[in-house]
């Protein structure tokens, strides 16, 4: 092995010795058999997460659904849907600058990034304003929220703790805080008959089943589990 290529593989190793994630270190993660990048500036995509695209596979009924991503990331949702279903209009939407970058990244590597609307913003708030036409009109809302609480942190994993964003992660003190707007906010855009699906943490399922159902125009219509049998997946549907 030349000196260089020796080099940079000692300091990979040592990197990785210090617990930083692999996906970091090679710079890719596959998520719904798709290669995307991922830098430290996005959470690396989990096999849960997969379930979201199931999901709406499942409930999917039109050729040409409109769908938002909240809180987008590497953007490994709205680039799935966007491959799976070409008729799609895919709307994503995430407040950080350096991971909306990796995202269109992500869209242009994977040929969908003139069919994918990247807007930067907290949570809906990109997609209203003048001249938005999407109040309503949304067929499927699909998150992975922060849904950690801030006690959580010290008890993760050094790679999840120490490496990955925390913005991506936690919602703070209350672990249901994002959760709580997304269901007050989300009837705003929803058609009848629409759906929202998103991921959940462990042991939060009668939370959410609670919250969610308290709004008077959604119902919780299934909950469905990850490989490992936790619950995970939450399908909300607004009421007609």
Known sequence: ??????????????????????????????????????TPAVLIPRPETEGLIEAFLRLLESPDPVVQD??????????????EIPGARVLAGEVSEAALAVARENAAAHGVA????????DLFEPFRGPGSDLAGRVDFILTNPPYLGDDEFPGLMPEVRDHEPRGALSAGPDPLAVHRRLA?????F??????????MGLGQEAGLRALYGGQPELEVTAVRPDLAGIPRILIVRARA
């Open 184 to 188: 007050r906010e989300c009837v705003e």
């Open 114 to 121: 003139a069919r994918i609307d990247f807007r930067r913003g």
């Open 70 to 83: 909240i809180g987008t990331g590497s953007g490994c949702l709205a680039v799935a849907v966007a491959k």
């Open 190 to 199: 929803l058609k009848p008959g629409g759906h929202l699906i998103a991921e």
């Open 1 to 38: 092995m030349e000196p260089p290529a020796a080099a940079r593989y000692r300091d990979l190793v040592a990197r990785r010795a210090a617990r930083e994630p692999l996906q970091y270190l090679t710079g890719v993660q596959e998520f719904w058999s798709l290669a995307f990048k991922v």
